[in-house]
C-alpha cells in the first residue's frame, strides 16, 4: 500500500515530469488528440512519456528479468505470446494457457505504465515485461543488473502500413478523423511517430545488441515468420529455458508456435470480442485493433513505387555502416 508521503512524492514527481514535457517541441498529428512531444531525440505522448521518466527514475530490474522491447507494430504482441508459453510451458498445458482468455498484451506487464512507480510488486515467477522504450532511455537499473533483453524489428515498409492501420482503427474508435495514407507517410518518414524516429530505436538495440550479444538477443520479425520453431529454440535457450531433447521430440516448440500462430490467436474469442486491460484505464482498446493480417510484404498493397523506394533510401542511408540490415 502506498503511504501518504509516497503519494505526495509521487505527485510532485509528476508534477515537475508534466512542467518539463510543456516545455518540449510538440506536434498535433495523426489525427489523435494528444500531441506527440520530443524529448531526447524520440516522440511520445504525455502519459508515455511521463511512465518512461518515472520508470528512469523508479524502475528496479532483477537480474532474472527479461525485457521484451520494441517499437509499435512489429510484432511484439507476437513475441509475447511465444516467450510466455514458453517459460509457462510446465505449469500449464493447451486447454488452461491463460493465452486462451487474455490477449498476448495482457499476459506481460508494460514497464512504463504496469510498473513505471512500482516496480516490487511483481509476479517475479514469470520474469517478462514488455517495454516500447528506446535503448538509450532505459532506466539505468536494466543495465546494471545485467538482466535479458529481447528486441523485434520489422522492414520499415510494413512497420509504417501497421501502424497507419493501427492509428485509422485506433482513430475510428474514437470518433477522429483519421489521416490519409501520404499525411501518415510523411510523418513516418521524418520520424514522427509514436517511439520514432523508427530507424534510431532499432538502431539503439542493434549496436547494444552486438556490444552484448548474450544480454540481447536482436530479432526480425520477417526471419521469426521464416522459420518460428528454430528462432524460438534460440528465445528459448537464450532466455534460460532451453528444450529439452525429450521436449523436442514430443514436439513441444511446434505446440507453442501453433498455439501463438496468428491464426490460432486471431480466431480466440478473446482476440475478437475482448477488450485490452479489461476496458480500463489510458490503454483500453478493442483486442482485435492488434491483430491484422501477420504478413511479411502486405506494404506492396498500399505503398506506391516511389513511397517504397524512398523508404528503402531512408533506411539504407540510416543504417549504413551499422552492418543491419531489413
Ligand atoms: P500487421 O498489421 O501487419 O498485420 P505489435 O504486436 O508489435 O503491435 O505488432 C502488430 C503486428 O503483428 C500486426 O501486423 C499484427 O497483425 C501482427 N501479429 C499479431 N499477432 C501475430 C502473430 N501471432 N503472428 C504473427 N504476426 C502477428
Known amino acids: 500500500m502506498e503511504s501518504h508521503i509516497e503519494k505526495q512524492n509521487r505527485d510532485v514527481l509528476q508534477k515537475s515530469f508534466k512542467e518539463m514535457i510543456s516545455t518540449l517541441p510538440k506536434e498535433n498529428c495523426w489525427g489523435i488528440p494528444e500531441a506527440l512531444y520530443q524529448y531526447q531525440g524520440f516522440w511520445l505522448t504525455p502519459p508515455f512519456l511521463q511512465g518512461a521518466l518515472s520508470a528512469q527514475q523508479q524502475f528496479q530490474a532483477q537480474p532474472t528479468d527479461i525485457i521484451l522491447c520494441s517499437s509499435p507494430r512489429t510484432g511484439a504482441a507476437w ?69 535479458k533483453l529481447i528486441y523485434i524489428c520489422r522492414d520499415p515498409k510494413d512497420t509504417f502500413v501497421s501502424l497507419h492501420h493501427f492509428n485509422a482503427r485506433y482513430n475510428k474508435s474514437q470518433n477522429t478523423q483519421p489521416v490519409q495514407l501520404d499525411e501518415a507517410f510523411e510523418l513516418f518518414y521524418e520520424g514522427v511517430n509514436w517511439y520514432g524516429p523508427y530507424w534510431d530505436h532499432v538502431l539503439g538495440y542493434w549496436k547494444a545488441s552486438l556490444e552484448h550479444p548474450d544480454k540481447l538477443l536482436f530479432l526480425k520479425y520477417e526471419e521469426l515468420i521464416e522459420d518460428t520453431v528454430l528462432y524460438l529454440k534460440k528465445i528459448a535457450e537464450f532466455m534460460g529455458y532451453p528444450f529439452s531433447s525429450e521436449e523436442q521430440q ?64 531512408r533506411t539504407l542511408q540510416k543504417f549504413r555502416g551499422s552492418g543491419l540490415s531489413v
Open 79 to 147: 513475441l509475447k505470446s511465444l516467450t510466455f508459453a514458453t517459460i509457462t510451458r510446465t505449469s500449464y498445458n493447451d486447454s488452461t494457457t491463460p493465452l486462451l482468455s487474455k490477449m498476448p498484451h495482457d499476459v506481460v506487464p508494460f514497464m512504463e505504465f504496469d510498473h513505471a512507480q512500482f516496480s516490487t510488486n511483481r509476479h517475479l515467477g514469470i520474469p517478462l515485461l514488455a517495454t516500447h522504450l528506446p535503448y538509450s532511455f532505459l532506466p539505468r537499473s536494466i543495465i546494471d543488473s545485467g538482466c
Open 250 to 313: 514430443q514436439g513441444v516448440p511446434e505446440n507453442i508456435v501453433q498455439l501463438c500462430s496468428f491464426e490460432n490467436l486471431n480466431g480466440l474469442e478473446v482476440n475478437k470480442t475482448g477488450k485490452h486491460r479489461d476496458g480500463q484505464g489510458d490503454l483500453a482498446m478493442e483486442n482485435n485493433i492488434f491483430f491484422r493480417k501477420g504478413k511479411v510484404g502486405d506494404w506492396k498493397n498500399y505503398l506506391t513505387t516511389e513511397m517504397a523506394r524512398r523508404l528503402d533510401q
